[in-house]
């Protein structure tokens, strides 16, 4: 830890920037078109988001993937409408993170900045494939984050007999 002029403890200084985002992969199937349609299907949209961190080899480098499977079904069938499968990443330089939190850093934080580029793209995937803009919800990156480790603490607890 670096010191203040008064000799006393200071925390380093947190530091982070993005410097680069891409899209590595994605797909968008529209079911619908290629089965023919009748009438107008309201759809029942599932979002799945998984996210991965991982160092780099630069000092302070991280790149953090959000990957995202998007169904879409009609509620009154449950036939497919479309797929959208998305593996969206951004690479960033963190400083000044305690090493116990930055996991959740790394997970949480990263993703809140990379979510508004995701979204849009989202939105422009599903216009572009010929259904109304998909406008996904605000994602609470913490209570995936929790429910990650709880979902990881029940794998690791023995089964019992």
Do not use: W
Not at 13 to 36: C, H, P, W, Y
Not at 81 to 99: K, N, Q, R, S, T
């Amino acid at each position: 830890m670096a010191e203040n002029e008064n000799g006393a403890a200071q925390a380093p200084q947190l530091k982070m920037n993005v410097l680069t985002q891409f899209v590595r992969d994605m797909s968008f199937e529209n079911i619908l078109a290629q089965k023919g349609s009748a009438g107008n299907p309201q759809p029942d949209v599932q979002v799945q988001v998984n996210l991965d961190a991982k160092k780099r080899n630069a000092d302070h480098q991280f790149e953090v993937a959000m990957k995202l499977n998007i169904t879409a079904k009609n509620k009154d069938d449950g036939a497919e409408m479309f797929i959208l499968e998305m593996d969206y990443a951004g690479v960033f330089h963190v400083e000044g993170v305690p090493e116990d939190q930055l996991h959740p850093f790394l997970l949480i934080e990263c993703p809140r900045m990379l979510f508004p580029f995701v979204r849009r793209i989202v939105s422009d995937v599903t216009r572009d494939g010929g259904f109304p803009p998909l406008n996904l919800e605000t994602i609470d990156f913490v209570a995936l984050y929790r429910s990650e480790l709880q979902r990881r603490a029940q794998e690791e607890q023995p089964v019992a007999n």
